[in-house]
């Protein structure tokens, strides 16, 4: 890992439009996939991203499956975004609520999450880019 490369520098697929953007334009978002039964990770274009959050959004507020809420809540958690109410196991009832606001934060870009691993910043790294 080059520690100078910046996120932006990475290409980022978007399985909406199905075209390639810098990472710096692209939105990571839960939706849902039908083959796994549950929220997988999927990128988005800044163009693709509002209308498969709106999916995601209706579907996670409709649902009373317990399995698929659950699996809301591991796509925050693989992201580093931790929910206390899910990981101690309040009630599925409960933990969609929050969820359905983690998924506005998302949509107002109060909370937004990173791809990957191999280039997250450190928080010196992070601090500098803020001030930019
Ligand atoms: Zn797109």
């Not at 509002?50 to 659950?70: F, G, M, N, V």
């Not at 791809?115 to 191999?118: C, E, L, M, S």
């Given at each position: 890992m080059d520690p100078d490369e910046k996120p932006?520098?990475?290409?980022?697929?978007?399985?909406?439009?199905?075209?390639?953007?810098?990472?710096?334009?692209?939105?990571?978002?839960?939706?849902?996939?039908?083959?796994?039964?549950?929220?997988?990770?999927?990128?988005?274009?800044?163009?693709?991203?509002?209308?498969?959050?709106?999916?995601?959004?209706?579907?996670?507020?409709?649902?009373?499956?317990?399995?698929?809420?659950?699996?809301?809540?591991?796509?925050?958690?693989?992201?580093?975004?931790?929910?206390?109410?899910?990981?101690?196991?309040?009630?599925?009832?409960?933990?969609?609520?929050?969820?359905?606001?983690?998924?506005?934060?998302?949509?107002?870009?109060?909370?937004?999450?990173s791809?990957?691993?191999?280039h997250e910043l450190d928080e010196k790294s992070s601090a500098a880019l803020k001030k930019l």
């Open positions: 932006e520098d990475r290409q980022v697929f978007c399985s909406g439009c199905q075209q390639i953007f810098s990472e710096s334009l692209v939105h990571v978002i839960p939706y849902f996939n039908s083959s796994v039964n549950g929220y997988v990770t999927t990128y988005r274009c800044e163009q693709c991203w509002i209308p498969a959050l709106e999916e995601t959004r209706a579907r996670l507020a409709s649902t009373q499956d317990e399995a698929e809420i659950a699996s809301a809540g591991t796509f925050f958690q693989r992201h580093g975004v931790h929910i206390h109410e899910f990981m101690r196991g309040d009630p599925a009832s409960v933990v969609q609520k929050i969820l359905l606001r983690m998924i506005d934060l998302l949509r107002s870009e109060g909370i937004r999450i791809i990957g691993r191999d």
